[in-house]
C-alpha cells in the first residue's frame, strides 16, 4: 500500500537553511504536501506541488520533486523561530475522495 | 471566520465508556475527514464522507462509527472505549476533490482512556 516516510527529528541554527526530506511509495499520486503543525493546533497547508513540476518556489520555501527517487523536500531559507513545528508531508491516494497519506510528521528545532 | 470546530478539546475516559466527537464546519464544504494522530505515526485516516448521506471508511475504522446527516457536522463515536484509542484525533473538510485543494482541519481533541 502506500507509504510515506519522513526523518523525525531536525534541528537547525536561527539564520541557517532548513531541508526537511520525504519519501514516497504512489507514484499515481497526483499533487504532494507539505503541511505544517504548530503546538496544540491542527495542521495548516504550507504549500503542494504538481506531480509534472519539479521545484515550486514561494518566498522562503522551496519544494524540490524527484518523480524517479520519489523523492520530496521542503527547504526553509532563513530559518526563523517561528518555524519551529511538525512538518508533515502528504500524497493524495491517487482516487477522487481526497484521501490523504500522511508521514510521520519532521519535528523542527530552531535555536536562537 | 470559525472554520472547522471540534469539540471536546480534552477528554479523558475509562475503558469501556462511549462519548462522540463533535466537528462542524460552517464553509459549506461538502468532503469531511476524522484522522487520529499517534507520536511518531503520522495522522491515519479513520472515516470520511463526500457529502450529506455518505460516509466510507479510512485505513483504521475499527472501534468507531460515523454519520452526516447535514453538511455542516461529522460526529466521530467511539462505543468502547479502549487505551489503544488514546490518541489526538482531527477533523478536517474540504469543498471538494481535495486533490487539488487544501484540507481545513480542526485544532483537535486529545483523547486518552484509561
Known amino acids: 500500500g502506500e507509504d510515506v516516510e519522513q526523518s523525525l527529528f531536525l534541528s537547525v541554527r536561527e539564520g541557517d537553511s532548513s531541508v526537511i526530506n520525504c519519501t514516497y511509495t504512489?507514484?499515481?499520486?497526483?499533487?504532494l504536501y507539505w503541511y505544517k503543525q504548530e503546538p496544540g493546533a491542527g495542521l495548516q497547508l504550507l504549500t503542494y506541488?504538481?506531480?509534472?513540476?519539479d521545484m515550486k518556489q514561494d518566498q522562503r520555501l522551496t519544494v524540490l520533486l524527484n518523480k524517479k527517487d520519489k523523492h520530496l523536500s521542503l527547504r526553509i531559507a532563513d530559518t526563523q523561530t517561528g518555524d519551529s513545528a511538525i512538518y508533515f508531508c502528504?500524497?493524495?491516494?491517487?482516487?477522487?475522495?481526497?484521501?490523504?497519506?500522511f508521514g510521520q510528521g519532521t519535528t523542527l528545532q530552531v535555536k536562537p | 471566520n470559525a472554520g472547522v470546530t471540534q469539540t471536546p478539546k480534552f477528554r479523558i475516559l475509562k475503558i469501556g465508556q462511549s462519548m462522540t466527537l463533535q466537528c462542524t464546519q460552517d464553509?459549506?464544504?461538502?468532503?469531511m475527514y476524522w484522522y487520529r494522530q499517534d507520536p511518531g505515526m503520522g495522522l491515519k485516516l479513520i472515516y470520511y464522507?463526500?457529502?450529506?448521506?455518505?460516509?466510507d471508511k479510512g485505513e483504521v475504522p475499527n472501534g468507531y462509527n460515523v454519520s452526516r446527516s447535514t453538511t455542516e457536522d461529522f460526529p466521530l463515536r467511539l462505543e468502547l472505549a479502549a487505551p489503544s484509542q488514546t490518541s489526538v484525533y482531527f477533523c478536517a473538510s474540504s469543498p471538494q476533490n481535495p486533490t487539488n485543494e487544501k484540507l481545513f482541519f480542526g485544532s483537535g481533541t486529545q483523547l486518552s482512556v484509561l
Open positions: 506541488i504538481f506531480s509534472n513540476m
Open positions: 464553509m459549506n464544504h461538502n468532503y
Open positions: 504512489d507514484s499515481s499520486s497526483t499533487y
Open positions: 464522507s463526500v457529502g450529506a448521506g455518505i460516509t
Open positions: 502528504a500524497e493524495s491516494d491517487g482516487g477522487n475522495t481526497g484521501k490523504l497519506i
